[in-house]
């Protein structure tokens, strides 16, 4: 088994590259991450090279000390001969063992703070780029060129490359002294080399092809387990887990199928490498026996030879492995590439600005004939030209049906997406013309589902102010209805909230969101049906929130219940990406066959029908 790479131990099968100067020109340039620490990697390749011209050494003494020993056996040499062979040879491996620990340590040294670097590069570019990016991209995918692609990368810069340039030397030099030794057994050895070239060359294809067969066999079962536990309600709720175990045995059948006939291959493998390995060692035995017989070659140099030639088919043996790992290595780094070459939408490593810092925005807001059409789905508009405007401090509300227009104009006003056409104004100014984390640290956004983050209730609500003190998070829990239910915990804000705030209830994490929003200070607000799905003492408790919150903020509603925007300083109803109806509830219940009327009417009927059956 390769001791090499822990992706193929942790059953990540990468796809590979093909080594020309091209693919070669881009994986050299990840040494520009080891410059920092050139003078230790330059030390580290020295003494791996010197570790390597020992290594060649040991078979030449040891055929010395097989010369002193029959020498004196003849009665022709020093008594002492063996003894001052086998010191020497001591000597080297102690010289040797040195030089082995300080490059190893080395390597790992240098090349683990490379990728440190790398991997911060990757992620600050990766959190940088824009929505269009990850809206054609699987979360998957990308989280693969943080793990896997960069594990690969750093096996090469740590493992692999040693590696590769400790056989080279040792394949190179130990061929160039078999042939100082005896031509005549270099010849034999050399003859039954490209068999075993040609089978290892073959099996290794076959044994590829197998294991990512394997592989997606695997990530089948995977992909069953992913989605029973998702919905692990409604499998238990169809009683349908004897068909989920049914699936996953199938899925697990194949793999087990696919292993054991890789399984196969590789012992066969393995069998005829054995014979044919030790065979070519017997044929070059028998050869030097009889050249031995026949006077023509000295005790010490057949020992030699055969060591030499253990050290020659030891490396050749590797090189297939070493190649298929500098594949894997070049085409992870061409993805890693790939993701650095991308143009961030904002500097990651720039630190957030604070709103009291800076110029406050007063928080007014218009939409000048704005036109959009999303990246992912050309020659479909989503809106057709629309403005409206919102003074500072006033309270609009966006209505509309499912698939009006409502979410993506909330996107453009946080510059997730620019219009394909039109401008948007803060404060009389195009957006794009002020920097981007500049815009966004004036906005502010309550989702309709909250996103905690896997910390502590402390945490979660100071990120929206990094750095704020305890007393500010308080005082900012209590303006959100949030600090009594906190305090209510044993370890208060240090209560941990859970992956994706799965401890809290849905009117709780409503709070910790509004809390946080408080903390920023934000001019400009944007709430996405904050109160939907709640129970009524919830929803009251968090509606008294979020009018504390709308004080003195522009603040753009996204509403499905046309109930909690019945107050609102002016509705914007969309319909078919167009504004369809501006004004205040009144105004709009005013209107003959109106969209708003329609969309109240059938609203307000279906909530009075709720609560008759109720």
Do not use: C
Not at 15 to 37: N, W
Not at 437 to 449: C, D, F, G, I, N
């Amino acid at each position: 088994m390769s001791r090499f790479s822990r992706n193929d131990q942790a059953g990540i099968d990468l796809p590979k590259a093909k080594l020309d100067r091209e693919s070669l020109r881009q994986a050299m340039e990840l040494f520009r991450y080891l410059r920092p620490y050139r003078a230790r990697f330059l030390a580290a390749l020295a003494a791996l090279f010197l570790a390597s011209l020992l290594s060649l050494a040991f078979p030449y003494l040891a055929g010395s000390i097989v010369d002193a020993a029959s020498t004196q056996l003849q009665g022709g040499g020093a008594a002492g001969g063996v003894d001052r062979a086998a010191l020497l040879l001591i000597a080297v491996l102690a010289i040797q063992s040195g030089l082995a620990f300080f490059h190893v340590l080395s390597f790992a040294s240098v090349g683990q703070r490379g990728l440190v670097d790398l991997r911060r590069e990757t992620y600050a570019r990766l959190i940088s780029l824009p929505m269009t990016f990850f809206a054609q991209r699987r979360v998957g995918e990308l989280a693969s060129r943080l793990s896997s692609d960069l594990i690969q990368i750093e096996d090469t810069l740590i493992t692999i490359l040693p590696q590769f340039l400790r056989q080279s030397t040792l394949l190179i030099g130990g061929i160039a002294l078999i042939a100082v030794t005896s031509l005549k057994l270099t010849a034999i050895m050399l003859s039954s080399l490209p068999v075993l070239v040609v089978v290892a060359v073959v099996f290794g294809r076959r044994t590829r092809r197998i294991s990512r067969e394997a592989q997606d066999r695997l990530a089948d079962t995977a992909t069953v387990v992913e989605e029973t536990l998702q919905g692990i309600v409604n499998v238990k709720a169809f009683g349908n887990e004897h068909y989920e175990l049914n699936r996953y045995h199938e899925g697990l059948r194949r793999f087990l199928t696919a292993t054991l006939r890789g399984s196969r291959l590789r012992a066969a493998f393995i069998a005829f490498i054995i014979f044919a390995l030790f065979g070519s060692i017997v044929l070059v035995l028998w050869s030097g026996a009889r050249l031995l017989q026949r006077g023509e070659i000295r005790f010490g140099d057949l020992t030699r030879f055969i060591l030499y030639t253990v050290f020659v088919a030891g490396a050749m043996g590797q090189f297939a492995e070493l190649y298929s790992q500098l594949q894997k290595a070049v085409g992870a780094t061409q993805r890693v590439r790939e993701l650095l070459r991308e143009t961030g939408e904002v500097d990651a490593t720039t630190a957030a600005v604070s709103v009291d810092a800076g110029q406050r925005s007063r928080g007014e807001v218009a939409f000048e004939n704005v036109h959009f059409t999303y990246p992912a789905r050309e020659g479909v508009e989503v809106l057709h030209g629309v403005s409206l405007s919102a003074a500072p401090g006033r309270k609009i509300a966006i209505v509309g049906p499912s698939g009006a227009g409502k979410s993506t104009l909330i996107s453009l006003l946080l510059r997730l997406y620019d219009p394909s056409s039109g401008r948007i104004l803060i404060d009389g100014r195009d957006a794009r013309d002020y920097p981007l984390a500049m815009l966004r640290s004036q906005m502010s956004m309550v989702p309709q589902e909250v996103l905690l983050f896997g910390g502590s209730i402390a945490e979660n609500i100071a990120y929206g102010k990094p750095g704020a003190s305890l007393d500010e998070i308080k005082r900012a829990a209590r303006q959100a209805n949030a600090d009594e239910f906190v305090q209510s915990f044993p370890q208060g804000y240090d209560t941990l909230v859970g992956d994706r705030g799965i401890r809290l209830s849905g009117g709780q994490r409503q709070r910790i969101a509004i809390a946080r929003a408080l903390l920023k200070n934000p001019a400009i607000l944007i709430l996405d049906e904050a109160t939907s799905s709640l129970d009524s003492h919830s929803e009251q408790l968090i509606q008294e929130a979020l009018e504390t919150l709308m004080e003195g903020r522009t603040s753009f509603i996204i509403a499905h219940r046309l109930a909690t925007v019945r107050h609102a300083d002016r509705i914007i109803v969309l319909s078919g990406g167009r504004v369809a109806e501006s004004g205040t509830h009144a105004e709009l219940e005013a209107i003959e066959d109106g969209v708003y009327r329609r969309l109240a009417a059938m609203q307000f009927r279906s909530d009075d029908r709720a609560q008759t059956v109720v």
